[in-house]
């Protein structure tokens, strides 16, 4: 096997400085466009290959990411959204020359441990819960590079790429108002997401805009998982025959109200309209395709990873720490007019208890 050359051996072949090879390796813009060159071509004639741990050590740097997922590994792994947003950051380090770090876990110790050690140069946290506010207050106090994929659970002024969710949830509910539906119910994510109360309200707003009434129980939780989606949209039907919509925060959830509904002998979107939220990849793959709001999953992955590159490398950085991406309405399959067979709400004659 042929020796691999060193930084020594390039330098001495192109007749340049150890610090010019590093330059050149590092892209810096300091070094002249022949010399570049020179060095380029000895290195691409011998194949050369820097020692990324060597090449870390002298930055002081471990060119590594944490990406904090907080659930375990088996619903990360089975949940489709955060297999979208790791792809996109996974992309963005890889043409960055970083390595990732996946920690899936709720407590926040795991990835304070790793900046202590040094394993990791920033982190980027997926989808905070509110429980993190004091974690991500004492990472910012330490000047530890981090990113919040998601809404931050507080006002604290953290660097934080997400989607405006009550804007996106306000684009589902009008949707459906055009398609002429009143009687529309909502499946919310867990209550311990900031994502979950946003998309609340606009749904409660929307409905109130309408003069539509919700009845209790027309606002349910779920845990954006398949099972919870199938259980959620039983107990609403069981309980509300006359729904014709249902609005569900999560894609992964709404396939499991497009089962449920399915094994009731129900036509989707003949009988009932069904609207999620994501935009995953399994959303135009499932029949029929599911009419949902996209985050740009994967842009938001590639927008957070440069910005905390940025942030370790000291580039230049916005001033404003909330940087939003455009939530989209996708129109597909799964909601249509509403159905004629539903006649005027039993819901007028019912009484509201306060």
């Excluded at 590093?22 to 194949?47: A, C, F, M, Y």
């Excluded at 009845?215 to 398949?226: A, F, H």
């Excluded at 959830?253 to 449920?260: E, F, P, Q, R, S």
């Amino acid at each position: 096997m042929k020796k691999s050359m060193t930084i020594t051996e390039i330098a001495k072949e192109a007749g340049v400085s150890k610090s010019t090879v590093s330059r050149v390796l590092n892209n810096k813009s300091d070094v002249l466009p022949g010399t570049k060159e020179r060095v380029l071509r000895v290195i691409r004639e011998h194949q050369f290959q820097p020692n990324a741990y060597a090449r870390s050590m002298s930055q002081r740097r471990s060119r590594t990411i944490g990406v904090v997922v907080p659930h375990d590994i088996d619903y990360v792994f089975q949940n489709q959204y955060y297999m979208e947003i790791q792809r996109g950051v996974l992309k963005a380090l890889t043409k960055r020359g970083y390595y990732a770090l996946i920690l899936c876990c709720r407590d926040m110790k795991e990835a304070f441990d790793a900046v202590l050690q040094k394993r990791v140069d920033g982190l980027l946290l997926i989808s905070p819960l509110y429980e993190h506010t004091p974690y991500i207050n004492e990472l910012l106090e330490n000047r530890v590079p981090l990113v919040l994929i998601g809404k931050a659970p507080s006002s604290q002024p953290v660097y934080q790429v997400c989607i405006d969710n009550y804007v996106g949830a306000t684009l589902a509910m009008n949707h459906l108002f055009d398609l002429g539906h009143e009687q529309i119910a909502f499946i919310n994510g867990p209550h311990f997401l900031p994502s979950s109360e946003e998309r609340r309200r606009a749904y409660l707003d929307g409905m109130a805009r309408q003069g539509h009434p919700v009845m209790p129980g027309m606002v349910r939780e779920g845990y954006n998982s398949i099972d919870s989606g199938y259980q959620v949209a039983t107990q609403i039907l069981n309980e509300f025959p006359e729904v014709t919509a249902l609005f569900v925060a999560s894609d992964y959830m709404a396939i499991g109200v497009l089962d449920a509904i399915h094994d009731r002998g129900m036509r989707i979107p003949r009988d009932i309209s069904v609207v999620g939220f994501d935009n995953i990849q399994m959303s135009a793959q499932v029949m029929p395709s599911l009419t949902t709001v996209s985050q740009q999953i994967e842009e938001k992955g590639r927008i957070s990873v440069n910005l905390l590159m940025d942030l370790i490398e000291g580039a230049e950085i916005p001033e404003e720490t909330v940087i939003e991406v455009e939530a989209k309405l996708i129109a597909r399959d799964s909601s249509g007019t509403v159905p004629s067979r539903k006649q005027p709400s039993p819901w007028v004659t019912r009484h509201i208890p306060l």
